[in-house]
């Protein structure tokens, strides 16, 4: 847990404290592709929880594979593992 405290930022390994930094960590990421770079073209963004996304042919499109290069099937989204009670959920 610690090592993502410090990637993201957080002030302490609270799940409050992990949504904040990794919040800010997202919004810095965007600041940087379209304020610093002024590439937003750069930034592939999606969210796998919208029913409009087709699998994998907008990351293959985004990354430049062919069709037959581009995995088939859906496209892996929720994380089965178990929440840490560091996170302060119950297991």
Known sequence: MERY???FGANSTSREDFISAFVSHNDAIREFFFEELKQ???LFEINLTDKKYNGWALFCDFVGLSEEQCPKGDVPHKNETPV???LGEEE
């Open 5 to 7: 405290r410090a990637i």
């Open 40 to 42: 937003p073209h750069r």
């Open 84 to 86: 840490s009670p560091a």
